[in-house]
Nanobody, 115 residues
Framework: QVQLVESGGGLVQAGGSLRLSCAASGRTFSGYNMGWFRQAPGKEREFVAGIDWSGDSTYYIDSVKGRFTISRDNAKKTVALQMNGLKPEDTAVYYC????????WGQGTQVTVSS
C-alpha cells in the first residue's frame, strides 16, 4: 500500500510563499499522474494542480494559475507545489494523491494565509 506524507505547510502573510512536498513510498510512483488537492474548513476537497507521469505536462485551476507551480522527482518519489503570491483564500489543508485519487490520503499539511 502506498503511503503519502505531505509537508511544508505553515502560517504566512498574504503575498508570501510556501513550498509543499509530498513523499510517496511503497510502490511504483513514476507511472502515475499526480495531483495536489486542498480542503478548506466547511468545504469539499478540491483539485488544485496536476502533473503527468513524465513531468512534461502540468495543469492548474484558474484561481492558482500563475502563482502555483507543480513539479515532481520520480527518482525520489516526490511531488512538490511551489506557492507564490498566497492569498487568504488559499488557506486549507493540502494533500497529494494520484490525479484521480486512488491511494489512501495522507494527513495533509496545513496552509494558513493571514491578511
Amino acid at each position: 500500500q502506498v503511503q503519502l506524507v505531505e509537508s511544508g505547510g505553515g502560517l504566512v502573510q498574504a503575498g508570501g510563499s510556501l513550498r509543499l512536498s509530498c513523499a510517496a513510498s511503497g510502490r511504483t510512483f513514476s507511472g502515475y499522474n499526480m495531483g495536489w488537492f486542498r480542503q478548506a474548513p466547511g468545504k469539499e476537497r478540491e483539485f488544485v494542480a496536476g502533473i503527468d507521469w513524465s513531468g512534461d505536462s502540468t495543469y492548474y485551476i484558474d484561481s492558482v494559475k500563475g502563482r502555483f507551480t507543480i513539479s515532481r522527482d520520480n527518482a525520489k518519489k516526490t511531488v512538490a507545489l511551489q506557492m507564490n503570491g498566497l492569498k487568504p483564500e488559499d488557506t486549507a489543508v493540502y494533500y497529494c494523491n494520484t490525479r484521480r485519487p486512488s491511494w489512501v490520503w495522507g494527513q495533509g499539511t496545513q496552509v494558513t494565509v493571514s491578511s
